[in-house]
């Protein structure tokens, strides 16, 4: 009986190769990478949700004992508050180096290096002096901190504020010390290998992260200054 032998069945087709230089260890590094871009993103969102709930205790605080006024506490007959140029300067000095902050920000965008590094020491300069002026007005008041309702918001509201403010400056000191190891060029052109350009875009996550926190701290120096120096 003649007939014709069917082909032997074919094996299954080899898995495809994984791309070259693609290695399990480089897809490690950049999901840890993302997580890391996105930490810094998320940390700072919750920050700022965080601080806003704690300055808004001392909003609330403000105008509670403002409208109460019990037995005229509030602002008691020769109570003298603090001192408004010291207010405004300490604004002046956290706004203005927010702005320069924010200027530097740009330029190192745009691959300029140094002149971030400028800007950036400027604004720790700027944030110091406010720091130490805001010590300098809580070591002089010319009232006692339970002297008046105002008295009492007053030396609750600032410490917490002066040491948020110096907690963020050093966070850019470090930024400032970080940026020392990053090659200028790097800014411009694609670094060679991953690890460069990872560090590279973890340095720009932090520093654009750190840039909107210190933003929310200079406008939270402008409602501090209107609340305790202007309406007061």
């Known amino acids: 009986m003649s007939g014709t032998l069917s082909p032997p069945p074919?094996?299954?087709?080899?898995?495809?190769?994984?791309?070259?230089?693609?290695?399990?260890?480089?897809?490690?590094?950049?999901?840890?990478?993302?997580?890391?871009?996105n930490a810094a993103w998320t940390g700072v969102r919750l920050a700022i949700g965080g601080l806003s709930f704690g300055f808004g205790c001392f909003v609330f605080a403000y105008f509670y004992l403002r409208s109460l006024n019990s037995h005229g506490m509030w602002h008691p007959a020769g109570f003298k508050g603090p001192q408004p140029w010291a207010g405004a300067l300490i604004m002046a000095l956290v706004v203005v180096s927010a702005l320069l902050q924010y200027?530097?920000?740009?330029?190192?965008?745009?691959g300029h290096k140094r002149p971030w590094q400028l800007a950036a020491l400027a604004a720790l300069a700027l944030g110091l002096a406010?720091?130490?002026?805001?010590?300098?007005?809580?070591?002089?008041?010319?009232?006692?901190p339970g002297s008046a309702g105002f008295a009492s918001v007053f030396t609750g509201?600032?410490?917490v504020f002066l040491i948020i403010v110096l907690g963020a400056l050093i966070w850019l000191e470090t930024l400032i010390?970080?940026?020392?190891?990053?090659?200028?060029?790097?800014?411009?052109e694609?670094?060679?290998?991953?690890?460069?350009?990872?560090?590279?875009?973890?340095?720009?996550?932090g520093l654009s992260a750190f840039t909107v926190l210190w933003n929310y701290l200079a406008v939270i120096a402008i409602v501090f200054w209107v609340l305790f120096y202007v309406t007061a």
């Open 10 to 37: 074919s094996s299954p087709a080899p898995p495809p190769e994984p791309p070259e230089g693609v290695t399990r260890a480089a897809e490690e590094a950049s999901f840890y990478h993302e997580a890391a871009l």
């Open 157 to 159: 509201a600032t410490p």
């Open 190 to 205: 694609q670094p060679p290998t991953y690890a460069e350009a990872f560090a590279v875009q973890r340095f720009q996550a």
């Open 130 to 144: 406010a720091v130490g002026l805001q010590v300098w007005e809580l070591l002089n008041l010319r009232f006692q």
């Open 103 to 110: 200027l530097g920000l740009t330029r190192i965008k745009g």
């Open 177 to 188: 010390m970080r940026a020392r190891a990053v090659p200028a060029i790097s800014f411009v």
